[in-house]
């Protein structure tokens, strides 16, 4: 909850500094930084939606409209699983931060990205502790509840080679104990298949698809559907 508070307050600072940098924007300044060609497309392109739908307020919405919605939220019910995603979003909110940081001359905007920069190192030091803490009291493997016999055991420690080549084969994930410590790692470089390729009946007539007879009388080229 600590957390969850302070990522809502995060939303409301960044809303908020676009919406002051956006209000009262003089034309000149925009004029200068369209010399930079990047900067230049940016302001060709810019969503008006800031003067049409928010009336120059902030708004919560990405670069492209998108509104920010609970869809963010990841909430399983699986603690190691949330904090996975939750590392996982904190390392590319840190990521775009800095990117944000290097490419603005804004004094004031580089402090606040600093600020947000420092919490996500944080809050991925914060995610990792409760990870490993978890990981050492649960396995690595989530969930961890299910049945291992449950499993197709024979492919639970296996990796295939799809590449060309056998790089991959000198991994430590190809080989060794495996990272659950349930299994040895094996490196299968010429996978064969386990069934045979399945046949798909045809859509019922009141689907009204494209009908197997005319795909196939050489009208449509096959690498077209």
Known sequence: MDTGAEELAHI???ATMI????DGAPVGDQEIAAQDPVIGAILGGMNPQHAIVSGLGAMPADSVGNRWTADYIIASGNL???FRANLN?????????VRLYEATTDRGVKDMLSWLIARDTMHQNQWIAAISELESKENIVVPSTFPRELEKRE???VLFNFSHGN????GRWANGPSMDGEGVFKYVENPQPFAKKPK???APPYIHDTLPAVLQNGLIPPNMY
């Open 200 to 202: 798909l009946r045809p």
């Open 89 to 97: 979003a904190e390392s590319q909110g840190r990521l775009q931060a």
């Open 167 to 170: 790089e991959s084969a000198t």
């Open 19 to 22: 919406a002051r940098l956006l």
């Open 80 to 82: 190691l699983a949330d």
């Open 12 to 14: 409301e600072m960044l």
């Open 155 to 157: 492919v639970s420690h």
